[in-house]
């Protein structure tokens, strides 16, 4: 079967790098299917989208914990792949909310793994993070590393819903996933008419740091100045939202190999610090980012990038934009939407 | 309010160990609700408990991943506590079919978990295993030693849902929760009229040795005689099955307590290995068991055995059964019931 007729259902599709992905798998000639509640995204981003593709996406409003909604969209379209995007992915909210964490993101997944096996569809991208490798015990993080020791709910469903994966590809061979860990995403595509829409203050870097460049926040604050780094701020390795969308594609081409249970990391390879970081946000935005020095905040490590040598490998997938596409893609997107998706009438 | 007024939810009552603890509940002068949804239960052992007791139970057939049934149960009942033994349970079953029980034991935790929540019951006995330690580090096995590296989705479910209740404790201190994690429970009530019923060949050592000494099965299998134990085979912490349901009772005075979340191991914290067993059955039921050596199997310690002192020290609980019962007993019940419940017509 030719890949133009695919159908790849999409879930959590309306959020940030799964629009970004939906819009990489039009241009790769797949047909998507979209499903989301909407309990963090917008829906006029699926406008946007299909601004964008200049294309109608089927869009379903479905609540995955609702199993027989989920089937019955099984039932209704014959998917090849899913890339199962959905899920809550607040880390601090996870801690102060672990039930919603636990049941939302772990039945959410287990609802969809059965009815996958019920209708045959065998063939699932799962999106993981690096959060799962806890505290690495070296860096660069391959995949072979151990996995485990997160200190926070969000971290467990990713981790728990990974063993339950491998546990199943084990004895079932005739499944095919593909585990993707992410890395730091941030960007957002080249028109600036999609990007991430925080609801509330931005938990990441660098949402904090568009939306102090704006205007809307006075400060950014760079938590910890005293760790082991170059300049003593934490470094991660932040990755473009198109790159990583473009893993997706890379990993639905290996899920048509049928290959079994394969895990890799997505990121660029290097960390930059938070103050790198700003300083290449300056440059784009054209004017200083004020910033202060605060604590340290528990659980945050000093350093962490991945190992891409495996993607690249066997996904032939490789990062392409570099720090300064990343900065001036999301300066792009946060002037052009300085209140996000909500500024728009619906 | 007194003891005698607190109603008490036992999921998987008509269990093995669920049944044993139902009956010292009663005697204990709670007031106690079962629910099973006999996927690996016999109703007779229902009719059974009652007859040992003289009591009639209110008994409900729910199946825990119905969360409305669960809901509509607290709805009828005002419920103090919730002693949580429904789940399955098979590790060998556990492997081959890991997506069933990851769906069964996890869900029903959380439709548990969040239907308690939402009647303002936190107060909760957890059935875990001494299989969430993994591969001890050290014996005896502590509290206090570190869980996970599971190798089966058995041990996973328990593990996992230990680690969701560590993170719900964590941030809402007006739930208690006691999570007892058991080692080998073997045995059966006085009387032989309940006991371990397995479906199939018995997974566990003594119901197998049980089945060898009233004629079912040629031979016992001793999986290993080269383990750097006293004689070469496996050791384990066995406990008589009324002594653990004993050490639910003192659970429930600690929750009365409002006690947070605590752990206790349930053992004798001593152990015994495969050919004492064997032996000290033979005392009990009066002539030789065969046993042949096979090879070890994949997975399997050498030696495990709890410190119970934690237990003794925080519940007031000790067990005071010793080999010759825990041998005596269930012989007693397998002569009896050489077909187990389903011997008799329903």
């Known amino acids: 079967m030719s890949k133009s007729k695919q159908i790849v259902l999409v879930t959590g599709g309306v959020g940030y790098i799964g629009s970004h992905t939906v819009i ?4 790769a000639g797949y047909e998507v299917v979209i499903i989301d509640n909407l309990c963090n995204a917008n829906k ?14 089927a869009f379903h409003e479905v609540d995955m914990l609702n199993k027989k909604d989920l089937s019955d969209l099984f039932n209704k379209y014959k998917f090849h792949h899913v890339i199962h995007f959905a899920a809550l992915k607040a880390v601090g909210e996870s801690v102060a909310l672990p039930l919603k964490y636990y049941k939302n993101n772990i039945i959410a997944a287990l609802n969809l793994i059965e009815v996958m096996a019920d209708h045959g569809v065998k063939s699932l991208v799962f999106s993981s993070s690096a959060t799962v490798y806890g ?3 070296k860096l660069p993080i391959t995949e ?3 996995i485990g020791g997160c200190t926070n709910p969000y971290g467990k469903t990713k981790w728990f819903i990974e063993e339950m994966l491998f546990d199943i590809c084990k004895v079932d061979t005739t499944w095919s996933v593909v585990i993707l860990r992410y890395f730091n995403p941030v960007g957002s595509h080249k028109s600036g008419m999609i990007g991430e829409d925080p609801l509330g203050p931005p938990a990441n870097l660098m949402p904090f740091v568009a939306q102090v460049a704006v205007g809307k926040r006075p400060h950014v604050n760079v938590f910890g100045n005293d760790y082991p780094t170059n300049d003593g701020t934490g470094v991660r390795d932040y990755i473009h939202v198109v790159d990583l969308a473009q893993g997706h594609i890379k990993a639905l081409e290996k899920l048509n190999g049928k290959c079994g249970l394969k895990i890799y990391n997505l990121g660029t390879g290097r960390g930059y610090s938070v103050l790198e970081m700003i300083t290449a946000f300056e440059q784009a935005c054209g004017h200083k980012i004020p910033y202060e020095i605060a604590p340290r905040r528990p659980g ?11 993607a690249e490998k066997e996904l032939n997938w490789k990062s392409i934009y570099g720090l300064k596409e990343m900065c001036e893609d999301l300066w ?13 009438s619906k």
Request: net charge negative; aromatic share 10%; proline share 6%.
């Open 332 to 344: 792009n997107w946060q002037q052009k939407n300085p209140e996000g998706y909500s500024g728009v």
């Open 44 to 57: 006029e981003c699926l406008n946007r989208i299909e601004k964008i593709t200049k294309n109608k996406f």
């Open 24 to 27: 990489e798998l039009f241009t």
């Open 144 to 146: 072979l590393d151990s």
């Open 135 to 137: 505290t690495p015990k």
């Open 300 to 310: 945050d490590l000093p350093e962490v990038y991945a190992d891409t040598k495996l």
